[in-house]
């Protein structure tokens, strides 16, 4: 990975330039967890809330949206649309930037066919959000194609749409996570830190990485697959901080092998896997810190194993991007129903006051 050389405006300046609109509480705070910390054998582990930026319940797609909106507002748009699978984070913060900025919102799903409306699905519907879903499709590409016809349909009904990739992970999207390395460079302080974080479209990932290169120089940034190969991952994840360093009129040259992935830690995209559990409860019990079934339980998971197995350096600093999601886990509480330690106390055994 390297730099070129200076260019007439700085990284920064074109950062500060490009337009966004407000959306997220920013900065997130940068958290402690010592005694998740020992447990794993890390010097010094912290979580970085991005769970708490405040739109749709908090997550990492606000820092994103934050530039596409900017550019759907531009083109006088009065419906967005974008696509998802059943509990995409990302479809309901569209949702909710919709509405925030005066627009309807219309959204592609695609998995199994929902038994119930709850989390992030729940949240949709709240938002007022037109649904159209694909029973067992969940394909990218399927979406896609359902996005682009819905969106023709609505022009010719005389409608504007603005329309949105899965995860809003593009160039533009993901300078929402070079803004925010600057943020935690900010916080952290210099010197070497290990940066890890869920992967799914690969726009956090990508901006991190390019943020990091700007802004953390010393820093090693880890992404965990909940579900595409690490392949894939690389791939992507280099298009799209290309994409980002052009529009930062920055030389940024970034290999396939430089980018640092694992995608062992899950089976399929949306279902929960043991380890995700286990790591859901460790941080609640050992924290207060609440994570979700489809994204970042997966992901502490890959940190936690990395750590016990020396992959990462237990004297460096680790940070955690906590990137959300947190409604989502009410639509699994079925998977946590039998840890529940509740005694029921009929009326007739109950204490009764005069």
């Not at 959306?23 to 940068?30: E, G, N, Q, V």
């Not at 925010?180 to 830190?193: D, I, K, T, V």
């Not at 980002?244 to 399929?268: I, K, R, T």
């Amino acid at each position: 990975m390297s730099t070129s050389a200076d260019s007439a405006q700085s990284p920064d300046d074109c950062l500060d330039r490009i337009p966004r609109v407000l959306l997220a509480d920013l900065p997130t705070p940068l958290q402690e967890v010592p005694r998740l910390s020992r447990t794993v054998g890390l010097k010094r582990l912290l979580i970085k809330r991005d769970d708490q930026t405040g739109l749709a319940m908090g997550g990492n797609k606000a820092r994103k949206l934050e530039y596409d909106f900017a550019v759907i507002l531009e083109q006088g748009s009065d419906v967005v649309l974008t696509v998802g699978g059943t509990q995409s984070n990302h479809a309901v913060m569209t949702a909710a930037a919709a509405r925030r900025t005066g627009m309807d919102a219309k959204i592609v799903l695609g998995g199994p066919d929902p038994a119930e409306y709850q989390g992030n699905l729940l949240l949709d519907i709240l938002f007022g959000a037109e649904i159209r879903y694909l029973k067992d499709d969940d394909r990218n590409d399927h979406l896609a194609s359902a996005m682009d016809e819905w969106a023709e349909t609505l022009r010719k009904e005389g409608r504007r749409p603005g329309t949105l990739p899965v995860g809003g992970s593009t160039g533009l999207g993901a300078l929402g996570y070079v803004r925010a390395m600057r943020e935690l460079a900010g916080q952290l302080g210099p010197g070497a830190s290990q940066i890890v974080m869920a992967v799914g479209s690969c726009g956090t990932l990508a901006g991190a990485m390019l943020g990091a290169r700007l802004y953390m120089p010393e820093a090693r940034v880890i992404g965990i697959s909940v579900s595409r190969s690490s392949a894939e991952i690389a791939r992507r994840t280099v298009e799209i901080a290309e994409e980002s360093a052009h529009l930062l009129q920055c030389g940024f040259s970034l290999e396939e092998s430089d980018v640092e992935s694992y995608d062992c830690y899950h089976h399929e995209y949306g279902v929960p896997t043991d380890s995700g559990k286990a790591a859901i409860l460790l941080c609640a019990q050992l924290e207060g810190i609440l994570l979700d079934p489809v994204y970042t339980g997966k992901s502490m998971a890959g940190l936690l194993d990395l750590a016990r197995r020396r992959i990462l350096d237990p004297e460096v600093p680790t940070v955690f991007i906590h990137t959300g999601g947190l409604p989502i886990l009410f639509a699994f509480e079925p998977g946590f129903r039998d840890l529940a330690r509740c005694t029921v106390i009929p009326p007739h055994l109950q204490t009764q006051s005069e």
